[in-house]
């Protein structure tokens, strides 16, 4: 069974950064495609960004030079560099297999854009 943790949110300015890392338990999650998904207030839950066990990626259009997934398989860690943060990226950060599955949702971790 793999267990997913979010961490690393924070209240930061527009135009600020933040690191999210996603620790998961469980040997197998070098196989796994992982995915950063978001859920603003009042919105679905969306993808954000994924990447491959081979290390492949794809980021929405939306934070799109803006994000960088990466992961560290010998750390069973999946990473979220977001820079140029903007207020309507504030939401709740969550990581999970890409398709996800139910049974990894977390609790994930709160980013707020404020000034």
């Known amino acids: 069974q793999v267990q997913l943790v979010e961490s690393g949110g924070g209240s930061v300015q527009p135009g600020g950064s933040l690191r999210l890392s996603c620790a998961a338990s469980?040997?197998?999650?070098?196989?796994?495609?992982m995915g950063w998904y978001r859920q603003a207030p009042g919105k679905q839950r969306e993808l954000v960004a994924s990447?491959?066990?081979?290390?492949?990626?794809n980021h929405a259009d939306s934070v799109k030079g803006r994000f960088t997934i990466s992961r560290d398989n010998a750390k069973n860690t999946v990473y979220l560099q977001m820079d140029s943060l903007k207020p309507e990226d504030t939401a709740v950060y969550y990581c999970?297999?890409?398709?996800?599955?139910?049974?990894?949702w977390g609790q994930g971790t709160q980013v707020t854009i404020s000034s």
């Open positions: 999970n297999t890409l398709p996800p599955l139910s049974q990894y």
């Open positions: 990447i491959s066990s081979g290390g492949s990626t």
């Open positions: 469980g040997s197998i999650f070098s196989i796994y495609t």
